[in-house]
């Protein structure tokens, strides 16, 4: 996986480019999206598990799926698609984007694959999606959506998604938040009855929680599901696929060998069928975030320092808290540090966004400040913001305090390998936001 932070000179260059020389370039608040980071991800990563499959004589393929949610900007979801083998979806809407993208670009091959917890709407746009000849994979979320298939009577290629606890903790005890997948109740049931249907069983899923991949805890849920597969296909020889869902660990883990990983999951699946006497299954994975996380970086200027506290406030010209929503909501890691002067006359200090929220700040916890360089003029970089954000933040829309939106730039190779930077939204102005409030 390609390294993607450099430091030449005092100053940090990301993918590439210095950012201090894009801050000065366009201005700041700035925010910068490297599309072919997002390219590269998944090539990289296909690429490792290809090589394992290779290299174990794994008899199945492996097939990645891009998670629209994590970033529904055209662009970012386009680049992941052009290299992915298909699209997860998890609503209603997020289904209507997938199928018109692949409907325009004349492609019915790769996979389209629908989760979450389905209303009805969500269900009858998939069977219309599924009469189209689209390559759909319906995962099945509950009892209900199961009955309501069964009663229009459809070929239907499915899955079963198997409820898992989200492994994690909070001051040691495991959070029972997800309330996704079948219980074992609603899976016998199903399995039981799924010969009476016309449903076309492909797929056993699980989903491991997307943040902060813990090898233990991944272990233990690949392997409990792993049983609910294995019972399936005895039963049914059409099961072909096992999906593991998001939480793989991120690019932004650097020194992560994704080729071992990779390597370890065959081993155990070629161990465990070889036991059964089942067939392996191909490998799905749907992690959004691992493609779109770190291709984009927001810049901020520091714009003054107050000095009420024990640790002096360096005010950036922007709002981290709206930025960063993932970070402040869900403890998401996003790496917050200086781009410019990087290790020179440091100091312990603290940030601060230009909002009047107390809580619009950044500084490590444990220590209580971060080591800034004393410098004229300061540029800080937050680093792996490319997913969740926008929709978390509601971008197009009415901030904190009307603070505006970053200028918005895009950095990508055309056809012919040329480097491009080409703006996509300018600074949010008064006058956007005059609309926005039917001002």
């Not at 430091?7 to 210095?18: A, Q, R, S, T, V």
């Not at 971008?395 to 703006?423: S, T």
Request: hydrophobic share 35%.
């Amino acid at each position: 996986m390609k390294i993607l932070r450099e430091i030449k000179n005092n100053e940090l260059y990301y993918n590439g480019f210095n950012l201090k020389t894009l801050a000065k370039k366009y201005g700041t608040p700035l925010k910068v999206t490297f599309l072919d980071v997002i390219k590269e991800h998944i090539t990289s990563l296909k690429a490792d598990f290809d090589k394992a499959i290779k290299d174990s004589n794994y008899p199945a393929k492996f097939i990645y799926l891009n998670a629209n949610k994590a970033n529904y900007g055209k662009e970012e979801i386009m680049t992941a698609y052009s290299v992915a083998d298909g699209l997860e979806t998890s609503s209603y809407y997020d289904l209507l984007l997938s199928s018109r993208m692949m409907i325009e670009n004349n492609d019915k091959t790769k996979y389209l694959v629908p989760n979450g917890y389905k209303p009805k709407e969500y269900i009858d746009e998939i069977l219309k999606i599924n009469e189209l000849g689209f390559n759909i994979i319906d995962i099945i979320d509950s009892k209900e959506e199961y009955l309501y298939l069964k009663e229009k009577n459809v070929k239907l290629n499915v899955g079963l998604r198997i409820h898992v606890k989200a492994l994690y903790s909070e001051e040691g005890d495991v959070i029972e938040n997800d309330r996704f997948g079948l219980n074992d109740e609603e899976f016998n049931f199903i399995i039981d009855d799924l010969k009476n249907t016309k449903l076309n069983l492909t797929t056993i899923h699980f989903h491991q929680r997307g943040f902060d991949y813990e090898k233990d805890k991944f272990e233990e849920n690949f392997n409990k599901v792993l049983k609910y597969y294995i019972k399936a296909k005895k039963l049914y020889p059409t099961v072909v696929n096992y999906d593991i869902g998001g939480g793989m660990p991120l690019p932004v883990s650097e020194g992560f060998n994704y080729y071992e990983f990779a390597k370890g999951i065959f081993e155990v699946l070629l161990k465990t069928c070889k036991e059964n006497n089942i067939d392996a299954p191909n490998i799905i994975s749907e992690n959004g975030k691992f493609s779109q996380k770190d291709s984009t970086v927001n810049i901020y200027k520091v714009v003054g320092i107050k000095n009420t506290d024990k640790y002096p406030w360096n005010i950036v010209d922007g709002s981290l808290l709206i930025a960063l929503p993932e970070m402040y909501a869900l403890g998401e890691p996003i790496l917050v540090m200086p781009i410019n002067n990087i290790g020179q006359n440091e100091y312990k200090a603290r940030l601060a966004g230009i909002t009047c929220d107390c809580d619009d700040v950044y500084y490590l916890k444990d220590r209580g400040y971060i080591e800034l360089p004393k410098c004229d003029e300061l540029y800080i970089g937050c680093i792996g913001t490319g997913s969740y954000q926008n929709s978390m933040n509601g971008k197009g829309g009415v901030h904190h305090c009307l603070l505006p939106e970053e200028k918005d730039l895009l950095i990508y190779k055309d056809k012919n390998g040329n480097i491009k930077e080409e703006i996509r939204h300018d600074l949010q102005s008064i006058n956007d936001v005059y609309k926005l409030i039917k001002y």
